[in-house]
Every structure is written in structure tokens, then in C-alpha cells.
């Protein structure tokens, strides 16, 4: 069913209660999720990052690539969710905060099959007053609108020096199929040991420094999507970092 967002309102949803999703099974074909920059230290220990661009806007996101195969997210099993890191972008489903008029305000998913009135987490308490566990949200929703703005310097800072690189992934499938996988950028480490002196201390004195390096070093999860593949109905083989220069049929990474 199609995502429903609408504006959390303490009178049309006095009587909602969010069942609790503990094994993220509303992820379960999301193979890209946004993660944002204050996350990049655990999230780069489970699962790669990198920069997908969206060609509408012409901006570059940061998600963690959870899957190699559009719709599968390999981490969403039937005996629960299979990582010790899970972003925030997908912890605060089924809610989202957008810009309303000159603010952001919370949103909800109606169409949600976590939405309902009779199990789960009430949003409200009897006086209207926000409950304990709405509060625990809006809580997790600031910290997330914080680090997306951490994020989008962080992105600005890397563009501004051209550090941003396409990478290609060349995945073979046990039945023996090849594709690769383009649309992924990551980090240029060739270029970023050219930096000057000034502008490494920038980084570093931004808190970017160590993000970048989180990113590089998150590029050694690919063998972790091939190990979480396994169970699935297309299993990988191997996986690996094309060269530059070579050229086989693409398949497209949609963010």
C-alpha cells in the first residue's frame, strides 16, 4: 500500500497507538536507507555507505547499502532484524519530520500497517498532552534533523573538494549471472591524500575527517552482503570494486 504521510494532530490521532516493530519487517524491501553523519561510526561496522544523487534535485545523500538486488533488503529476516546498527531513518517509521509552513512538525504514515487503535504505543494521553513514548519520538526526530544538517555540511564539504568519485560494483550471483551495480559514489582516497595541510585541518576541526574515513573503511562490509544473501532467492557468489575503465552492462541503483 502507498505511503499516506499526514500531519500528526493531537485531535484526529488522540486514539492512535503504534504497534511495535521490533523486527523492522517495514524495511524488508528497502535495500538503500539513508543514514546521516553522526551514525557513520557503528553504522560503518554493518553495512557500506555510500552517496547515491538524486538527478531531480542534482543532490547527493548518504544511505547504507543493505542489499545488491532492488527490493531485498538482506538484513530483514523472519526471526528478526540481523545487525547491531539500524539508522534512525528507519527506526522512526512510521513517522517523518517535514517542513510545515515556516517549521517542521511531525508526520505520520496512515497508511501504516504499524497504525492502528487497539495494540501498541499510545501517542497521546487522556488530556491530549503528548504521551511518554511520543515524546521519546519527537526526541529521536530532533537529534535525526540534527545530524542530517551535520550531514548536508558534510556533503558540501567533500563536493567543495572534489572528492567525490563513482565507484561501480561487479556482483556474480550463484546461478551464475553477472551485472554490475552503478549509480554508487564514495570517497576518492587518491585525492584526498592530496589535500593541503589547511584544508585537512578544516576537515578534521569539522568532525568530517573521521567521517570520511568511516566511509572508506565501511566499503569492507560488501562481504557482509554476500554472507547476509545466503537465504535469499539470489544468493551472491563474489562481489568486488570495478576498475574504473571497465565497462559491463549497468543496472542502476535507485535511491
Given at each position: ?6 500531519l500528526?494532530?493531537k ?6 497507538k ?6 523492522l ?9 539513508g543514514v546521516?553523519?553522526?551514525e557513520?561510526a ?8 555510500v552517496l547515491?544523487?538524486?538527478?531531480g ?14 527490493g ?5 529476516k523472519?526471526?528478526?532484524w540481523?545487525?547491531?546498527?539500524a539508522?534512525?531513518?528507519?527506526q ?15 508526520f505520520?504514515d ?8 487497539e495494540?501498541?504505543v499510545a ?6 498532552t ?5 515524546e ?5 526526530l ?8 551535520m ?20 556482483i ?15 570517497i ?29 573503511g ?5 562481504n557482509?552482503?554476500?554472507?547476509m ?10 562481489i ?7 565497462a ?8
Amino acid at each position: 500500500m502507498a505511503k499516506n504521510y499526514v500531519l500528526l494532530d493531537k485531535e484526529v490521532h488522540k486514539d492512535i497507538k503504534i504497534k511495535q516493530d521490533a523486527k523492522l519487517a517495514h524495511a524488508k524491501q528497502s535495500h538503500l536507507i539513508g543514514v546521516s553523519v553522526r551514525e557513520f561510526a557503528r553504522a560503518s561496522s554493518a553495512i557500506p555507505l555510500v552517496l547515491i544523487k538524486d538527478q531531480g534535485s542534482d543532490r547527493f545523500y548518504i544511505t547504507g547499502l543493505y542489499g545488491l538486488v532492488e527490493g531485498s533488503n538482506y538484513f530483514v529476516k523472519e526471526d528478526g532484524w540481523k545487525s547491531h546498527f539500524a539508522p534512525m531513518n528507519l527506526q522512526r517509521y512510521p513517522f517523518d519530520i517535514r517542513p510545515n509552513g515556516n517549521q517542521l512538525s511531525i508526520f505520520i504514515d496512515e497508511n501504516s500497517e504499524l497504525v492502528n487503535k487497539e495494540e501498541g504505543v499510545a501517542l497521546f494521553n487522556e488530556d491530549g498532552t503528548p504521551s511518554q513514548g511520543l515524546e521519546n519520538l519527537q526526541k529521536m526526530l530532533g537529534d535525526l534533523v540534527n545530524s542530517e544538517n551535520m550531514t548536508r555540511e558534510f556533503i558540501k564539504q567533500i563536493i567543495d573538494l572534489g572528492l567525490i568519485e563513482e565507484i561501480r560494483l561487479g556482483i556474480r550471483f550463484a546461478d551464475g549471472e553477472q551485472r554490475s551495480l552503478t549509480g554508487l559514489h564514495s570517497i576518492n582516497e587518491e585525492k584526498l591524500l592530496k589535500l593541503s595541510d589547511e584544508e585537512v585541518v578544516k576537515l578534521h576541526r569539522s568532525g568530517f575527517l573521521g567521517a570520511i574515513y568511516a566511509m572508506l573503511g565501511s566499503m569492507g562490509q560488501l562481504n557482509r552482503l554476500v554472507q547476509m544473501s545466503q537465504d535469499t532467492d539470489k544468493p551472491v557468489e563474489a562481489i568486488q570494486i570495478l576498475p574504473r575503465q571497465s565497462a559491463p552492462q549497468p543496472e542502476a541503483a535507485n535511491a
